[in-house]
């Protein structure tokens, strides 16, 4: 049986413990022996070569080391230098990010106490956290944090903070007796739970669970259960290797197979004589792995890790830190956020946001422990006989703030966030205390429900009870009401008056405590005939941002949904708050569904409450196997499990804990939900801008493959050479793809659902355009170079071949170079809209010319053009030009490339 379903002395019995003497020291080393030192299992620390070694696993970059085998093959020693270089350059970008963000996540998983008080042999004292087993018996008190999971024996008013551990956004109370067993969680009242903080009172407890058998250790060994998934690119990346790779394999066969049969080498395979027809056949083997080679777009594993790392750049300077390179474009892909509430959506800090006094419902502005904002009713200001209210919150009150660069607090939250709005109203705790001292308390009880303080004024000398507390509780203990400055009888009118504001601001779910005071005589009770001075109402409140971040989600396409362990009440206030729509559902409800009724609520449910992490995970993975792109937000231990299995974690850097931000793949360092929209309007710009290179770069291959594959069928003369072609692909394709990873976004591209999650990078559209450009690119460039074999056919030997493969080559330069801005106008991208690819395009041109015209020429083995010449090269990269956009015209209005 599990501990909170049984009676304190039961588990006593079944631990064989004495609540007097505690365990002895000989049963500790072998209850140790048996359960182990009380930590978690820290995961392996990563290993940087395998983390390196981990670089190479795509098969983009299997196709180019197998093109790195090809070329040292074939001799193309100055191929096998800049494919090596790519490699290592890939390999070593990537290293470096996702090394340098795991060592920024450097505690794992850490059990939060360091101490704890026992009861052993009969004595009090204090070990070590790791130290403890089932059955110790450990004492706690206001501001210890719990160091395993422990059943109450007994407790005086104790409240226990567990926000990290249930989302639960208010200290709970504590009770001994027991619960059933289907009892949630969040609702354990009899248990205390490692991680927790106690907020007040102080308890005696006994250990029942720890290491890896409490709750925060079921969720370590949930998070390890998780294994990594690639992401969407990753996986779109995979394709397209592919689809490169059998495209490069189907190369090699044709222009081998067609080689050997023009030459009539395949006549001696045939007559049995296979040495001979290796020897003849090996040309055209090495020219098949060259054009391999120049097929498969080398730049491209390094200007998508170039482009991603941008990304990566742009975000930190936006507070969003990315863990790992893909994970960038994640973002662009999400289709669902799911949300924690408490210190996600919300701030995490109690704040005031009515207060009724004199007769008047007061609206208080500001949001959190910041001490600024507003008290008003419509046009009326506070006034000095408003205060009491103010002045009983702030002095009947155990917490403290601490004010520096961000306000803190020690103590209960409640009482913190009275200390605030007493700010607010311009009463400051410092000067209150000194003017009204302490000289006497009757602290919280589940039972009263209320709390009072005695204070004696320095000015007058006459003290006060100051009371605060449940309202029908503080109620029945007045008989008089302060109106204006004014003492009258409480009336029963006043009374309901009173009860049915208190139930209206409850059902907005608001805390809702009413306060009082009398005069302090000696031999009366404290709490009894008290003065009604108000109430105040209390919500921990979203982010200001939060509302408008939810509606840009909308008009996104991305769907908000909220998954808390608070209660339902105020999950629903707040989620209607913010603008999430849908119905809302408890977590014990939805996990009674079979698979198939959760899948029809998730369909319309959006609020989900009193949830626990693993419903947080299950609900995760549902949507997933929806089709859906999952991103998972949250602070707490209880998310990290459901963070873990998203397609993308994203953890909160300043309230988050250490398991949560491990478990991530992105970490906010403002805790702002509006910085994961940015981020998705980010996101989806780099895969924009990844789709474009991967367009440029592919129909400039075909187009240069196809141009030499035909020309070899046709018996002409090869028109490029291999230098040449590397220099193509390396400098005049480099340069330009990787001015389009700083492109900018098209207009309204957070105004346009997520792409759909089964399409690859290259789309329907992308493909035809890439196969028609190329074909024009090909058209073109033989008909110069027929044009060229005719016009300068008086040439002798290496002039005549130098001077048409430089019109061939510088043609097919120029055609790319148009190409950029063909496929930028697709986006509505003007020709001036990105300076560093203008720069790009310059620095191609000019390098080209250099390769024409200086002692350059003889190494690329270049021929001077004539006016001649570029008349016709820029004529014909005009009228590709004109044919490419005439093209993209026509798609655009043909339903199936759309």
Known sequence: MEAYTQKAEDVLYSLGVSPATGLSSQEVVKRRATYGLNELKAKKKINPVILFLNQFRSFIIYIL??????????????????????????????????????????????????????????????????????????????????????????????????????????????????????????????????????????????????????????????IASVEDEQTPLQKKLEVLGHRIGITTLVICAIIFTVGIFKDGDVTHLMNGDVQRFFLEAKDWLLTAVSLAVAAVPEGLPAIVTIALAIGV????????????????????ETTVICCDKTGTLTKNEMTVRKVYTNNTLFDVDGSGYELTGDIHADAKKLKDQDMMVFRIGALCNNASLVKGERISVTGDPTEAALLVSAE??????????????????????????????????????????????????????????????????????????????NDSLATKALRVLAFAYKDYKLREKNEAKLIFAGLQGMIDPPHAQVPEAVKMCKLAGIRVIMITGDNLHTAEAIGHEIGIEGNSMDGTAFSQLNEEGQMNILQTTSIFARVEPQHKMAIVTLLQKQGQIVAMTGDGVNDAPAIKKANLGIAMGITGTDVTKEASDMILQDDNFVTIVHSVEEGRGIYENIQKFVNYLLSCNVGEVAVILFAILFGWPLPMTAVMLLWLNLVTDGLPALALSVDPSSHNLMGQPPRRVAEGIMSRSMVFSIVYVSTLITAAVLGLF??????????????????????????????????????????????????YLIIAVAASVLLQLMVIYTPLSTFFGTATLSILDWEFILGATAIVFVLNMLGAFIRRHIPYFN
Not at 169 to 192: F, G, H, W, Y
Not at 322 to 332: A, F
Not at 426 to 449: C, M, N, T, Y
């Open 65 to 222: 080391i197998f093109a790195l085998v090809l070329s040292l093959i074939a001799d193309e020693i100055v191929d096998s230098i800049s494919i090596l270089a790519i490699l290592l350059f890939n390999a070593i970008f990537g290293f470096m990010q996702e090394y340098k963000a795991e060592k920024a996540i450097e505690a794992l998983k850490r059990l939060s106490g360091l101490q704890a008080l026992v009861l052993r042999d009969g004595k009090q004292t204090m070990i070590e956290v790791k130290e403890l087993v089932p059955g110790d018996i450990i004492m706690v008190e206001e501001g210890s944090k719990i160091p395993a999971d422990s059943r109450l024996l007994e407790h005086f008013n104790l409240q226990v903070s567990e926000a990290s551990l249930t989302g639960e956004s208010v200290p709970v109370s504590k009770k001994l007796d027991a619960l059933q067993e289907a009892t949630p969680l969040a609702e354990r009242s009899n248990m205390i739970f490692s991680g927790t903080i106690v907020t007040r009172g102080r308890a005696k407890a006994i250990v029942v669970g720890t290491g890896m058998n409490t709750q925060i250790g079921k969720i370590a060994t949930m």
């Open 313 to 332: 750049m742009k975000m930190l300077r936006q507070n969003a830190l990315i863990r790992k390179l893909p994970s960038v474009e994640t973002l662009g």
């Open 424 to 501: 607010k109203a311009g009463l400051h705790q410092e000067q209150l205390q000194a003017e009204w001292k302490k000289i006497g308390e009757e602290p919280f009880d589940s039972v009263r429900k209320m709390m009072s303080t005695i204070h004696k004024s320095e000015k007058t000398l006459k003290a006060y009870v100051f009371t605060k507390g449940a309202p029908e509780r503080i109620l029945a203990k007045c008989d008089k009401i302060i109106i204006n400055g004014k003492v009258r009888i409480l009336s029963q009118k006043q009374r309901e008056e009173i009860m049915a504001l």
């Open 786 to 835: 027929w044009w060229a074999m005719k016009e300068y056919s008086n040439l002798s030997g290496a002039l005549y071949l130098d001077k048409i493969q430089t019109i061939a080559f510088t043609a097919i330069i120029m055609m790319e170079l148009a190409r950029l801005q063909a496929i930028r106008s697709e986006y509505k991208l003007g020709w001036f809209s990105n300076k």
